[in-house]
């Protein structure tokens, strides 16, 4: 009798737990709701803005989502609540939120070459959405996710310092499996062509952010485009038949001129609104702070918060704004942050670095994944707000890693009004190549604000080829 039992209601809860996947038809087993997908939608929304940021474009802003919403209402689920958002980092990338939440960086922007591209993206990820891969892939991978913090993405081993729920940050690590990708790459190219853009868009792009993966190297904490939808150029052959079918029954349309209209002086790389990474130094001037990481180390910033690496090493460097600072003073404030992260104080004192309040300590503590940790912190007091700025390190590596983060902490200093006002964003531009131009030498043009083979990359074109002579072309202006 128990045996049945279980049994019927074990049939029972896979009968309600299955559902018919609105684009192929098919029931599925599904543990999440329409309703529950709508949730996570609009809880993970401002906490994604909140980490991301939003990019300071209206228009840009508007002319996406449009696009978007045209897409998202000839589509198998246009009853949703869809919302598309131009996220303010430099990666590569562009996810999709279950129930309906798009979000393209302005870093794959630049990286676009026409309008039609534009909608290959906006359909893949609405097509992740329709046929609920990202409902499927968040129910598989969030579970394991729980705690995960901003700084989670770049040291696993630091979330006591941070507090952007697993919920907000999971989408990004949503990995789809090639049938997945392969039907959301169909679904763009069906969506766009609807709509009278050229489907060709989709292999387009997909051709360039392969090839951009081969040069750039560039993953800022946050994951672009190759690490969660993989094998970009071995589907680029697989979609064209579909590509020329769809070609086959109507004159359609790559807005290029226009798109690249709407780009031209996008920003390029981090912007100062959020703080930017100048070689060794990280510069706020909204803010108005400087410090200097150690010279080699990779240099990740977010809108919460600033992680620096030692390369080949678990050294790592933290700063970021105390929320709600409690105490009377600098040392009151520094000891109650660090005894509600869990770290103990061993030594420390007050002092002023660069004309600044501060207490400077040495804690221990443990970090989850990490085991004992060994930190030397700064709290530092600027312009009525609290900085943190710590060293972290396993404790048998202490006394060596120490004198680097002595320094670091040392350089903090306020910037000077004329010295803010001095920092400008890299931006894109456009330029007609001349004779003997080379892409080196169109970048140096620049400033060198970005890699010879990432403009070529840029512009459809393979590194080492020439570029052609008379053609008017993206470039990147130092700020």
């Known amino acids: 009798m128990n045996v049945r039992l279980v049994i019927s209601l074990t049939l029972v809860a896979l009968a309600a737990a299955c559902a018919t996947n609105p684009v192929t038809g098919r029931r599925e087993l599904s543990f ?41 209402k000839i589509s198998e689920r246009a009853h949703l609540p869809w919302r598309f958002t131009v996220v303010d980092v430099p990666v590569v990338n562009a996810f999709a939120v279950p129930g309906g939440g798009i979000y393209i960086t302005r870093g794959i922007l630049a990286f676009l070459d026409s309008e039609a591209q ?19 892939q968040y129910t598989r991978q969030v579970s394991g996710l729980v705690g995960l913090t901003a700084l ?15 919920q907000a940050l999971g989408v990004l690590f949503l990995k789809y499996g090639r049938d997945d990708e392969l039907q959301s790459d169909e679904l763009g190219a069906r969506y766009a062509s609807q709509l009278g853009w050229d489907p060709g868009g989709v292999p387009a792009f997909l051709s360039t952010l392969g090839r951009l993966d081969e040069v750039a190297g560039d993953r800022r904490g946050i994951p672009g ?68 990481f150690p010279n080699g180390w990779e240099i990740q910033n977010s809108p919460r918060q600033v992680v620096a690496k030692a390369p080949g090493a678990d050294i790592f460097m933290l700063m970021q704004l105390l929320e709600q600072p409690r105490g009377r003073n600098i040392e009151e ?18 002092t002023t670095i660069n004309g600044l309040d501060a207490f400077v300590g040495v804690y221990q503590g443990q970090m989850e994944g990490f085991g004992a940790v ?58 007609v190549v001349r004779e003997g131009d080379t892409w080196a030498s169109i970048a140096e043009r620049g400033g060198g604000a970005i890699k010879p083979s990432t403009l070529a990359v840029m512009n459809g074109a393979t590194p080492g080829s020439a570029p052609q002579v008379g053609s008017r072309i993206r470039i990147v202006v130092a700020g």
Do not use: C
Request: glycine share 8%; aromatic share 8%; charged share 20%.
């Open 32 to 72: 999440m709701s329409e309703a529950q997908e709508i949730s996570i939608a609009n809880e993970s929304d401002p906490q994604i803005k909140a980490e991301m940021g939003v990019y300071n474009d209206p228009e840009l802003q508007r002319y996406v989502s449009e696009m978007g919403w045209r897409m998202a």
């Open 118 to 136: 534009l909608a290959g993206v906006l359909g893949h990820e609405i097509g992740h959405v329709t046929a609920r891969h990202s409902a499927q």
């Open 152 to 166: 989670s993405i770049f040291v696993p081993a630091a979330r006591p310092f941070g507090d952007l729920s697993a």
């Open 225 to 292: 485009w190759l690490s969660t939808h993989p094998e970009p150029l071995s589907r680029v052959d697989e979609i064209q038949p579909l590509v020329q079918q769809l070609r086959a029954s109507g004159q359609f349309s790559t807005n290029r001129d226009d798109f690249l209209t709407r780009i031209d002086g996008l920003v390029f790389g981090d912007n100062p609104d959020q703080g930017i990474v100048r070689g060794a130094a990280f510069l706020h001037p909204v803010l108005r702070f400087r410090i200097d």
């Open 333 to 350: 404030i520094a000891l109650d942050a660090m005894g509600r992260a869990g770290f103990r104080p061993v030594q420390g004192g007050r």
């Open 374 to 431: 060994a930190t030397r912190a700064a709290h530092i007091a600027h312009d009525k707000s609290v900085y943190m700025v710590a060293g972290l390190v396993a404790p048998r590596a202490f006394e060596q890693a120490d004198s680097a983060f002595t320094a670091s902490i040392r350089s903090f200093r306020a910037l000077t009004a004329a010295e803010a006002e001095s920092i400008h964003p890299n931006r894109v531009d456009f330029y």
